[in-house]
C-alpha cells in the first residue's frame, strides 16, 4: 500500500474477527465487509487523494508444473480461470462444485435430497446388520471427476515406490 498506515492493522483486526468462523469468504462477503466497515470510511475519505482502490489488488499467481510433470501430456491449467474453462464451467460454478464454505458438510442447511447437494445418499444393510452409507455423485459431477480422471490423473505415471518388485 505504499506506506504503514495506521489505520491498516486495526481493519485487520475487525476483518479476522468478522470471518474467524468462516472458512473462506466469497469476494462479495470482502466487499461488503469493506463497504460497511467505519474505520475504512473513514480512511479512505481521510486519504482519498493518496488511496487507490482497484477492483482486484492482486492477480493470483500462475500455477507451473514441476520439471518432472513437463513430459506428460497434460492440459495447461495455470489459473482458476484456466481450469474452470478446462471443464466447461463458470468461475462461480467451480467455487460451487468445489464447496469452499464447507456447505455440503453442515447438516440441517439442505436435505439430503436437496438439488444444492452434490451426491445422492443411499444405504445397504451388510451381513453382519451394520448399515454402509453409499454417496454417489449427482451426473454433472461425475462428469467433472470423470474428466480430471481421464485427461490428468491417467496421464501421470505411477511413482516407481508403488510399482511390484
Known sequence: ???????????????????????????????EFLR??????????????EILLKTRLVEAHPMQPVAAAKAWSLPAIESMRDLAEWLHLSESELEWFADLKGLQSKPNLQGAGSKLTHYHYRTL????????LIEAP????????????????????????????
Request: proline share 9%; net charge positive; aromatic share 8%.
Open 138 to 165: 449427482k451426473p454433472h459431477l461425475k462428469q467433472i471427476q470423470r474428466q480430471i480422471l481421464s485427461d490428468i490423473l491417467d496421464c501421470i505415471p505411477i511413482h516407481p515406490a508403488h510399482l511390484p518388485f
Open 36 to 49: 460497511t466497515d467505519p474505520g475504512f470510511a473513514q480512511a479512505i475519505e481521510k486519504y482519498r487523494h
Open 125 to 132: 444393510a451388510k451381513k453382519s446388520g451394520s448399515l454402509r
Open 1 to 31: 500500500m505504499g506506506r504503514k498506515w495506521l489505520w491498516l492493522s486495526p481493519l485487520a483486526q475487525r476483518y479476522a474477527e468478522s470471518f474467524a468462523d468462516k472458512a473462506r469468504p466469497r469476494r462479495q462477503e470482502v466487499e
